[in-house]
T-cell receptor, first 114, second 110 residues
Framework: DSGVTQTPKHLITATGQRVTLRCSPR?????VYWYQQSLDQGLQFLIQ???????AKGNILERFSAQQFPDLHSELNLSSLELGDSALYFC?????????????FGSGTQLSVL | QQPVQSPQAVILREGEDAVINCSSS?????VHWYRQKHGEAPVFLMI?????EQKGHEKISASFNEKKQQSSLYLTASQLSYSGTYFC???????????FGKGTLLTVNP
């Protein structure tokens, strides 16, 4: 158990809908990362927060947004869902944002858009 | 920019060795290696911070050639438990975001 909690584990929804994925980092970790994993693209970096502030952005679609709250949990909002958004979404956390910080991954949320 | 890993897949028999390579066209401040078993989350293996640094983890070790912007992961005397997808990650840029390659699927057979 990495100590990172993601909910829900599975989510099935329809095209055009909006969903929210939740992540609670390990105790003491200030940085949260979101990754999207599909079969052919590996782990795609979406966005990173540090202590409530956006730190880095990847190829995150405009339909997606995220935030980190004062209690350090994070939410990833996906709207106007398309079939291609079906993927496994991982949250990870680390203590800080330095080059030597290792990430601890949650078990992921499997999103299926039908 | 995503690091490039090779090979994409490798099949071994128990006891054989393997090398997984990772290269980047952009500066590497650190290289991270993670392993993901089927249906599970990626798990940290090691970080290499300096050029030429080598680290070991059981029978898994890695090197980092800063000049060539390359890292290699060495798996010796492979065990069945080594099966999984190995990802290298690149930390770079002013914000140190961690970008992963597409992964190398390693299968170890009895």
């Amino acid at each position: 158990d990495s100590g990172v909690t993601q909910t829900p584990k599975h989510l099935i929804t329809a095209t055009g809908q909006r969903v929210t994925l939740r992540c609670s980092p390990r105790s003491g970790d200030l940085s949260v990362y979101w990754y999207q994993q599909s079969l052919d693209q590996g782990l795609q970096f979406l966005i990173q927060y540090y202590n409530g502030e956006e730190r880095a952005k990847g190829n995150i679609l405009e339909r997606f947004s995220a935030q980190q709250f004062p209690d350090l949990h994070s939410e990833l909002n996906l709207s106007s869902l398309e079939l291609g958004d079906s993927a496994l979404y991982f949250c990870a956390s680390s203590v800080g944002v330095e080059a030597n910080e290792k990430l601890f991954f949650g078990s992921g949320t499997q999103l299926s858009v039908l | 920019q995503q690091p490039v890993q090779s090979p994409q897949a490798v099949i071994l028999r128990e006891g054989e060795d393997a090398v997984i390579n990772c290269s980047s066209s952009k500066a590497l401040y650190s290289v991270h290696w993670y392993r993901q078993k089927h249906g599970e989350a990626p798990v940290f293996l090691m970080i290499l911070l300096k050029g030429g640094e080598q680290k070991g983890h059981e029978k898994i070790s890695a090197s980092f050639n800063e000049k060539k912007q390359q890292s290699s992961l060495y798996l010796t005397a492979s065990q069945l438990s080594y099966s999984g997808t190995y990802f290298c990650g690149r930390r770079g840029g002013s914000n140190y975001k961690l970008t992963f390659g597409k992964g190398t699927l390693l299968t170890v057979n009895p």
